[in-house]
């Protein structure tokens, strides 16, 4: 019972996913390449038995490599409207893509083969090259992730720790002075989110209590109007106040801040680590 508590915990794990389209893109390059080499150097599949032009057929199976996992992503994020950004890409959500990419390759790579070498397709063998591929490549695409969300997490946790030691206490007053937005003071801005053409703003009324408003605007425009003020950019959907935040905590995905008056997690992504953690020293 307590293994399966063990692996429930690391499947629920943020999982350190690329952080915009060229990242993705790149990764299925990647792929394809890796593809290509690992069939011209073991040559599985009976591709030993191929005399010439074998350099030239294992470009072909990367090439559907390439072909498949670009269609793969396309109906996931604009057919299913899955979404690789979102904060709850787990490790286990992960895995379940990457099991979908791997018989997707398949596929795509059985109709290569059989088009190549026989000019027709019988679609009796397809379950036998689905399940030679996925018992193939599973394992080591599994392996692989766990230890990158394992490395990842270290990294950020520890991260994390060194901003929380140079951290002081977060003010616990609100100033009603100084520059504002949308005729709020700063100080009582916590956090803006992205909303398409919107953003969310979050911030403490007199009271302390935590209010948002929407208004039409961009976090760049919001951005440019607070420049030199506390507010920063963490991630590509949130603006943070730096001096609300009371702890900083550390996942694969990058980190997460606490903020004084809020118990809404704000994320700190990857590629905006090092530019907060800057200005938070």
């Given at each position: ?14 999982f350190p996913v690329e952080e915009n389209t060229a990242g993705v893109f790149r990764t299925i390059v990647y792929v394809s390449l890796f593809i290509t ?245």
């Open positions: 019972m307590r293994l399966l508590n063990k692996i429930g915990q690391l499947l629920n794990k943020p080499l690992f069939l011209y150097v073991f040559r599985p599949f009976d591709l030993h038995l191929i005399e010439s032009n074998l350099l030239l057929t294992c470009l072909g199976f990367g090439s559907m490599t390439f072909l498949s996992c670009v269609i793969w992503e396309f109906v996931i994020s604009r057919v299913l409207g899955f979404s690789r950004w979102r904060g709850n890409f787990t490790f286990g959500r992960w895995i379940v893509h990457m099991i979908g990419t791997i018989l997707t390759i398949s596929v795509a790579n059985f109709i290569f083969a059989r088009l190549t070498f026989f000019g027709y397709i019988l679609w009796e063998y397809l379950p036998q090259m689905m399940i030679s591929t996925f018992a193939l490549g599973v394992f080591p695409v599994v392996v692989i992730g766990g230890l990158a969300l394992i490395q990842q997490e270290k990294k950020y946790q520890h991260i994390a720790g060194e901003i929380n030691v140079q951290n002081g206490t977060p003010p616990t007053h609100l100033q009603t002075e100084g520059p504002t937005i949308f005729s709020i003071p700063m100080s009582q801005v916590r956090y803006v989110e992205a909303l398409q053409n919107y953003v969310k703003i979050g911030y403490l009324n007199s009271e302390h209590q935590l209010r948002e408003r929407t208004e039409r605007a961009t976090l760049k425009s919001i951005l440019a109007e607070a420049e030199g003020s506390q507010l920063v950019k963490c991630h590509r959907s949130f603006l943070v106040n730096r001096d609300a935040i009371l702890s900083i905590s550390g996942n694969a995905q990058g980190l997460l801040l606490t903020l004084y008056g809020t118990e809404k997690p704000i994320p700190v992504s990857r590629s905006y680590v090092s530019v907060f953690r800057k200005n938070q020293t």
